[in-house]
């Protein structure tokens, strides 16, 4: 009798050290397969200045990641002018190695030789387009759809209205807030001043946060920073997207974690079904005894 006892306990024991050690593996397994994927740090993108040909055209080339309203926000060119200069309808997409008119300046007059008595043809004078403080900077901000919940804006992730932008400079030198919209344009906070702001989105009812709602950026004179804030509606599940952006669901991607919580649930699910059988055995023999 005291053997069977004795045997019951190891069995016990074992099942209950294979079940913790089911537990653990799971974990690390379930952590391995599906790393949590931080969000991208927003980074202050520089923007050259761009100065006057000797034709006195103010030409820009542009960069990767450029759109019209950034460079709008930048030289202080209204929209409107930037097509019209350009010859650019509303829905023109503008490429990387494009080059763009910004306006006109005074052009290059030559210097007469000494002693020559030739004439310097005069040009005509151009009024130049204003140009921007370049010791202040800008924030721009906007809400977006999340659609796949990753983090990221993409092509076919719209913009969403009514979300409540507030940015205050650290030391209080700046403080003001504004509302977004469904355009594909961002709200921009416009010549303030550098220095260290914090830039927080309050959610319209109905959705919930994608990204963190709160980013602090060091502004320095001339700098503009665009930073996009995500949502989905309220209930919604985002897809599992690995590393690659692909669904976890094809090939390649990574195994879902409720496929792994399956596993180890069934695995538990038979050791409580040992159990169960070593109790009756048990039982069993007392009353054999």
């Known amino acids: 009798m005291q053997r069977q006892h004795k045997m019951l306990r190891d069995w016990k024991n074992k099942i209950a050290a294979l079940l913790l050690g089911l537990t653990i593996t799971g974990v690390v397994l379930a952590g391995v397969l599906n790393p949590v994927q931080a969000a991208p740090a927003y980074q202050l993108t520089p923007f050259p200045t761009p100065t006057p040909g000797l034709d006195g055209r103010i030409l820009y080339t542009v960069q990767a990641e450029d759109t019209l309203w950034r460079i709008s926000a930048v ?43 030739q004439a310097v043809p005069q040009q005509p004078l151009v009024t130049p387009s204003p140009t921007p403080l370049m010791d202040t900077s800008a924030i721009c901000a906007l809400l977006y759809l999340d659609v796949n919940g990753n983090a990221i804006r993409e092509e076919n992730e719209i913009a969403l209205a009514d979300g409540e932008v507030s940015v205050t400079e650290r030391l209080g030198a700046y403080s003001n807030k504004g509302t977004t919209s469904f355009q594909d344009e961002p709200i921009c906070f416009e010549q303030i001043p550098p220095g260290e702001y914090i830039i927080t989105m309050a959610l319209p009812g109905g959705l919930n946060r994608t990204t963190t709602l709160s980013v602090t950026v060091s502004l320095l004179p001339g700098d503009t920073s665009f930073i996009n804030f995500g949502a989905q509606p309220a209930g919604a599940f985002p897809t599992l997207v690995d590393t690659a952006g692909e669904s976890a669901s094809g090939s390649g991607g990574s195994v879902p974690l409720v496929v792994i919580l399956g596993v180890f649930l069934l695995l538990g699910g038979i050791g409580l079904g040992v159990w169960a059988a070593l109790s009756s055995r048990r039982r069993f023999s007392a009353d054999q005894d």
């Open 75 to 117: 030289t202080g060119i209204s929209l409107d002018e930037l097509r019209q200069l350009n010859n650019l309808d509303v829905d023109a997409v503008i490429r990387p190695g494009q080059v763009l008119l910004l306006g006109l300046a005074s052009p290059f007059q030559p210097t007469p030789e000494p002693g020559s008595t």
